[in-house]
Structures are given as structure tokens and as C-alpha cells.
């Protein structure tokens, strides 16, 4: 079946560091991939997506790159704020009839100063 | 943006209780809503979904008479958990779409912790 796997966290990274969560999933087809973020006391928020092999998601800052040939959709961020302390879900919407949103179990990241 | 709140945001019961969370869209109305839950280091997990004045559908392995789910109006779904035991103590997630919107486009509440004791 359908499913999404991400790195376990939490992440703690220093303000300005480097940040990659990993994501990989399986699914039949050619499902739409997605990153959504929760920050803390609100309800999870669509980050980026991308639809198709190879195509590239953003948005404020951070980037996921769709591959086919590695089922995998990692998250990216060249450097990172306090601000950007949050839960990170990636997802998957299959392109079959199982028209459903399957997510990953959250990586928490933790930014300090 | 579209808001979505949830209440209550902790619930401590007692095993064999019953628990009602509910779920308003503050802003929109949602002709569909959705139901997850979460158990530590576990994926968020679709358990049903509501469309407003319809029964809801649920996923495979999701107890309907345990977790009765009311769409009644298009603001506001309800989760009961029936008869609950320590292992239903998880995290629950309601999410809300517009008519027409794409799947992806969900509107998520904070969640609500429960814990049966």
C-alpha cells in the first residue's frame, strides 16, 4: 500500500545552519507529493508540493525536489530561522482512486539562536 | 486565511467515559471534513470523512460505532469517542475543504490530545 517515511526527529540546528529532512515514499502510480508544517498551538499548513518527477517545490525559503528513481521528496532549506521551529509532515495524494492525503509520522526541528 | 479551531485542545477522561471533540470551521464553510489521528512516532492517520449531512465514511479498520462522527451543520463536525480505554489515548486532527478544492487544500485544527485513564 501507500505509505511515507521521514527521518525521526527532533532536528536541532543552529540559526543559519543547513536544513535537509529526508522523505521517502511508496505508492502505485505517479502520486503528488507534499510538505506541510505545524507550528506550535496552530493546525498543519500546506508548505510545498510538486505533482511530477523531477519537478521542484518552494516556498518561504525552503525546497523539495520530486525524484522517481530514489521515491523520494526531501526537504531543504539553506539556512534556517527560529522562526522555522515547527513540525514538518511530508505527504503523498496517489493518482489512483485511493484519492486520500497519506502522511508521514512528523519530524520536529528545533532552531536556536 | 481559512481557520480551523478545535475543542477542546487536552482532554483527560476516565476509561469507559465518552469524549466529544469538535471541530468549526471559524471562517468558510467546509462541505467536507476530515478526521486523523496520531499515535506517538506513528504517521497521522485518515479515520473518516464527513460530508455535511451525510453519514460519514470511514477507513478501513476504524470502529463507526466507537468513533461516531456528526457533520451536521457546514461550520461545525464532531468526534465522539465512545466508551473509551487507555488505547484510544492519542492525538486527533480535524481538517476542513471547500467544495471543488483540490484534496491537498485542507485546513487543519490544532488538534486535541486525549488521554483515557
Redesign the interface.
Known amino acids: 500500500g501507500n505509505s511515507v517515511t521521514q527521518m525521526e526527529g527532533p532536528v536541532t540546528l543552529s540559526e543559519e545552519a543547513f536544513l535537509t529532512i529526508n522523505c521517502t515514499y511508496t505508492a502505485t502510480g505517479y502520486p503528488s507529493l507534499f510538505w506541510y508544517v505545524q507550528y506550535p498551538g496552530e493546525g498543519l499548513q500546506l508548505l510545498l508540493k510538486a505533482t511530477k518527477a523531477d519537478d521542484k517545490g518552494s516556498n518561504k525559503g525552503f525546497e523539495a525536489t520530486y525524484r522517481k528513481e530514489t521515491t523520494s521528496f526531501h526537504l531543504e532549506k539553506g539556512s534556517v530561522q527560529v522562526s522555522d521551529s515547527a513540525v514538518y509532515f511530508c505527504a503523498l495524494l496517489s493518482s489512483g482512486g485511493y484519492n486520500k492525503l497519506i502522511f508521514g509520522a512528523g519530524t520536529r526541528l528545533a532552531v536556536h539562536p | 486565511g481559512a481557520v480551523?479551531s478545535q475543542h477542546p485542545s487536552w482532554v483527560i477522561c476516565k476509561s469507559g467515559t465518552s469524549v466529544k471533540i469538535e471541530c468549526r470551521s471559524l471562517d468558510f464553510q467546509a462541505t467536507t471534513m476530515f478526521w486523523?489521528r496520531?499515535f506517538p512516532?506513528?504517521?497521522?492517520?485518515?479515520m473518516a470523512?464527513s460530508n455535511e449531512g451525510s453519514k460519514a465514511t470511514y477507513e478501513q479498520g476504524v470502529e463507526k460505532d466507537k468513533f461516531l462522527i456528526n457533520h451536521a451543520s457546514l461550520t461545525l463536525s464532531t468526534l465522539t469517542v465512545t466508551s473509551a480505554h487507555p488505547e484510544d489515548s492519542s492525538f486527533y486532527?480535524c481538517?476542513a475543504k471547500l467544495a471543488g478544492a483540490n484534496?491537498?487544500?485542507?485546513?487543519?485544527?490544532?488538534?486535541t490530545r486525549l488521554l483515557v485513564l
Open positions: 480551523v486523523y496520531q512516532k506513528q504517521s497521522l492517520m485518515l470523512t486532527i481538517s484534496q491537498e487544500t485542507q485546513y487543519f485544527g490544532p488538534g
